[in-house]
Every structure is written in C-alpha cells, then in structure tokens.
C-alpha cells in the first residue's frame, strides 16, 4: 500500500507562496498602519488554516496504514527514518520540500495509532532501500517514481521497492515484490471558496491595488464582504 503525501506537499507549498506575497504587499505598507495590521492578521489566518488542514491530511493517512495493517492482522510495523535523505542538498526547489517534510510528526502519528490498535511500531535508518534492486540487489539512482534495474530490467513502483527492502532490514526476511498496489490519498484537496478563507482573501488583495493605499484610506475594507478579514 502507498499512501501519497503530496497533498500536504501541495498545502505546504501553496503556503510559503502565500506568506511570500503577504511579504511583498506588507513592505510597501507603512509599518503599523492600517492595512499593514490587516495583512498581518491575514497571514496569522492564513498560517492556521493551513495547519489545521496539514493536521486532519496526517490524521487520515496514518489512520489508512494502521487500519490497513489491522485489517490484516499484522502484528509490527517498521517505520523508516529518513534522516539522511533530508540532511543532503538537493537544489532550491527540493530543498525547501525536504524542509517542510515533518516525518517526525509521521512517526509520532502512526506510532500513537498503532499502539492504539495494539501493534508493535519501531523505526530505524532506511538508507540505500531505495536505491537498491529487490530482485538482483543491484545499485543505482533512481530516476522518476518507478524503479527500473539496469541490470536484471525489473521494474515496480520506488517506494514499494524502498518497502521491499526495509522489510529485510527490519525482519531480516526476504519478501516477494507484491502483485496489487492499493494507492490512497490521504484526503480530498479542496481549494476553498468561502469568503474570508485563504484563496478568496489573497485574490481580493491582489485585485486592490496595493501602491497608493497605505497612503489614503481603502474604502472596502469595511463592506460585509471583507468584514471578517481581522
Ligand atoms: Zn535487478
């Protein structure tokens, strides 16, 4: 089973964007006028939201593996520790992913949960499971998210492989390449349209051109439309 995190990724990402465009209007404000109170507050909404968000996607995609694993009834669930993938640079783009990447908080969740469920949960490194052929053990890179082995041509999905190979690890025991994958979003994205959430306050600053009205007043500010920005 694969449970996707790029949802959180997206959340994660839209974030830093937002908070950067925040900045940008903020810094031609005057400090401690008005709008500049506002967009402050904004970003204060804004940052929660997300939270939140980031918080019930965790929720449900460890539920999804631990009721996966009890529907099963396995018994002890390895986790790997990514600790050595995050630590190297990786260009600007990947770098501010791996930042943003909280697998602590993966841990904590799944090991809370399994315990809950009475299912023994422990980590330890999971380097090189990636980069090494379950079939043949060959090493190398991978490329995109499926595995292709230079040497033998196997092929199957990266982090089934990574799976594959950590179970080795962990329970010293081979285990044959699964047949089915069962692939699980931990939720469903939405992009929010009620007034005073996220998307529809930053589009509504946009649209108010920013240059002039930290001079003179800014007459929307207190239509009902916008009454709830702060
Ligand atoms: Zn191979």
Redesign the pocket.
Known sequence: MVVSGRGIRSIKRLHSKQLGEIQKLRSRCKKGSRRWRKLGNTRARLTLHHERRVRDLRHKGTRQVVDFCKDRGIEAIFIGNPDGVRRKDSGRHHNQRMSQWEYGKDIDYLQQKSEQDRIVCFTGDERGTSSR??????RHKLKGRNWR??????EGHRDIVGAVNMHQIAYNQVVPFPKRITYLRPGVLRRSSSPGTGQRCLAELRTQAPQQECLKRVPPWDSPQTANLG
Do not use: E, L, S
Not at 133 to 138: I, T
């Open positions: 052929c379950p079939v043949c053990g060959h082995c230079k040497a033998c041509g196997f």
